[in-house]
């Protein structure tokens, strides 16, 4: 790893860290006001930082181009900061917008979360520097507070309309659970996740694979949602009750309604996700996330060829259920598997896409890991 005395001339003041996360079930649902139910990877950007007193944000990440970027705190807005630099000047930005009187630094990036795999890496990123900066100004953020930050910085600055969900499971996920958290009121609940102790285990399977369309995509998708809410006389999908559902369909154009019966289905989805781990049976959630999958791919429509691919053949090759993970257009499928089955499920994937002539899948098992905190 790159020496942060030698990048700066000087040591840090210290070493953070902000894991990304998998979502189990629950997607779509939060910009919504719905329900998720993600955990937090053992994958995390980690940050080495210096506090600054002279107005410059420097920034040098072992993924970029082997550059220092230099920024002026008082010169950002949003659109003037460009390639991966903008998330961090991000945070930056939505601190001193929300009142937060804070400096430049010297920051240097780390970080083993896959880019473009549907993983949260700039949610990571951003949190990373977010509590860096907590630390660093004495700003006394909780993870909540923290997560908004992000969230505002990725709304705002950085220009993606996303919910809250991977800015909170970054902030604030706990090691051995899934966060159940209603987006609506933050509320959450850390639901015990040991699949090792059901002889179980949950495979990510990162097809590579970042279609272009996303970011256009994802903001008419929640264009669409808002605008069936508005037509239903709702603050938000969150509020049509799944026995509602059907009648409410019929009020609305053609074009909503898939929509509209994701984050409705999507949402009971997570109730019974919930309800299983609650009861101790794991191995229940199987068929939920497959039907997640199938909703994603058939009313949502965010899904591709290649996770498709990945969700199928794992589920024929004996995963007791698989679907994509993260906003879509690509990224990565979970599978949930017996422990025994763990080869024969990530054989059967890498197998079936080399047949495709797709490039080789990334094949992890993810493992319920703690949300943002401080190093050294």
Not at 72 to 82: E, H, K, Q, T
Not at 181 to 203: C, I, K, S
Request: net charge negative; glycine share 12%; proline share 5%.
């Amino acid at each position: 790893m790159t020496d942060f005395k030698a990048t700066y001339g000087a040591a840090p003041d210290g070493v953070w860290a902000a894991p990304g996360r998998v979502n189990l079930i629950g997607e779509h649902t939060d910009y919504n006001d719905g329900f998720v139910l993600p955990i937090a990877l053992p994958h995390a950007a980690r940050l080495q930082a210096r506090r600054r007193d002279d107005g410059l944000l420097r920034l040098y990440s072992e993924q970029g181009d082997g550059l220092i970027t230099e920024l002026a705190v008082d010169d950002l807005v949003p659109g003037g900061v460009s390639g991966w630099a903008r998330y961090p000047a991000s945070v930056v930005w939505a601190l001193r917008q929300a009142g937060h009187e804070v400096g430049g630094a010297d920051l240097l990036i780390d970080s083993d979360v896959p880019g473009g795999a549907g993983l949260s890496s700039s949610a990571a990123l951003e949190c990373a520097v977010a509590v860096a900066y907590d630390d660093l100004h004495g700003l006394g953020l909780g993870p909540v507070e923290t997560a908004l930050i992000a969230q505002r910085a990725e709304n705002a600055f950085v220009g993606v309309p996303c919910g809250v969900m991977d800015q909170m499971a970054s902030t604030s996920c706990a090691e051995g659970a899934a966060l159940f958290l209603d987006t609506r009121d933050l509320a959450q609940r850390q639901v015990p996740f040991d699949l090792a102790a059901a002889g179980l285990r949950l495979l990510v399977i990162d097809t590579r694979v970042k279609h272009d369309l996303a970011d256009g995509a994802y903001a008419e998708l929640r264009a669409g949602c808002e605008r069936a809410a508005a037509l239903l006389g709702l603050p938000a999908l969150r509020d049509l009750a799944l026995p509602d559902l059907d009648a409410a369909l019929d009020r609305l154009p053609a074009d909503l309604r898939p929509l509209v019966r994701h984050v409705v289905t999507e949402n009971a989805r997570v109730e019974q996700a919930v309800a299983l781990l609650d009861a101790g049976d794991p191995a229940g959630l199987g068929p939920i996330l497959t039907a997640g999958h199938a909703s994603l791919r058939d009313d949502y429509r965010v899904s591709c060829p290649e996770t498709d691919l990945a969700a199928d053949t794992a589920v024929a090759a004996g995963a007791l259920g698989a679907r994509m993970t993260g906003g879509g257009f690509g990224g990565s499928v979970i599978a949930l598997v017996e422990a025994g089955a763990v080869d024969t499920v990530g054989t059967a994937v890498a197998d079936a896409f080399r047949d495709a002539g797709y490039a080789a899948p990334r094949i992890f098992t993810a493992v319920p890991s703690t949300g943002a905190r401080r190093l050294v």
